[in-house]
T-cell receptor
């Protein structure tokens, strides 16, 4: 178990630029989740995949956000035309779906700062 | 809408003190509940989980939690905290395959 890997660890970008983050889940896990966390708050659900299918996307998620999981392995989260309000920690998690509600295994996150 | 509420934002205790962190959820279906911990500089880790059966569940590092259905609560407890328990603690409920988290409680344990 090598854990969930996220890259980059930190990203600083200027307002209006596009950014892309990558998540590599634990290899046998078929569910992959994206969350966002701001200071003093708990993780906020963004979207999740089962294999390559995107099963749910938060209604709070702007159209500027898009996620993909080609071939059901790694996933990318892209934010277009970034805004200062997008500054946050973006967390990826995976789970094996071996039981009805398997716990999530989290990565260390990508911290985004929009200037 | 489903939600999780954690009553305390910041708790400060001395070593050996007893701990209880409150968690209430708002969800009408069958609940699966979790407590996660985030130590400084580390990723979120599972402390314990409740699926069904005995409402008193035991987790790692001496933590336990009690599910009280009538009160919609899942409070976390530890009889005697250590300095190494300093961390942020998050309660979560599984809703339709995804976790909904509370806002977290920061625990500071003074040596």
């Amino acid at each position: 178990d090598t854990g969930v890997s996220q890259n980059p660890r930190h990203k600083i970008t200027k307002r209006g630029q596009n950014v892309t983050f990558r998540c590599d889940p634990i290899s046998e896990h078929n569910r992959l989740y994206w969350y966002r966390q701001t200071l003093g708050q708990g993780p906020e659900f963004l979207t999740y995949f089962q294999n390559e299918a995107q099963l749910e996307k938060s209604r709070l998620l702007s159209d500027r956000f898009s996620a993909e999981r080609p071939k059901g392995s790694f996933s990318t989260l892209e934010i277009q035309r970034t805004e200062q309000g997008d500054s946050a920690m973006y967390l990826c998690a995976s789970s094996p779906m071996t039981e009805a509600y398997s716990p999530l295994h989290f990565g260390n996150g990508t911290r985004l700062t929009v200037t | 809408a489903q939600s999780v509420s954690q009553h305390n934002h910041h708790v400060i205790l001395s070593e050996a003190a007893s701990l209880e962190l409150g968690c209430n959820y708002s969800y009408g279906g069958t609940v699966n509940l979790f407590w996660y911990v985030q130590y400084p500089g580390q990723h979120l880790q599972l402390l314990l989980k409740y699926f069904s059966g005995d409402p008193l569940v035991k987790g790692i590092k001496g933590f336990e939690a009690e599910f009280i259905k009538s009160k919609f609560s899942f409070n976390l407890r530890k009889p005697s905290v250590q300095w190494s328990d300093t961390a942020e603690y998050f309660c979560a409920v599984n809703v339709g395959g995804k976790l909904i988290f509370g806002q977290g409680t920061e625990l500071s344990v003074k040596p």
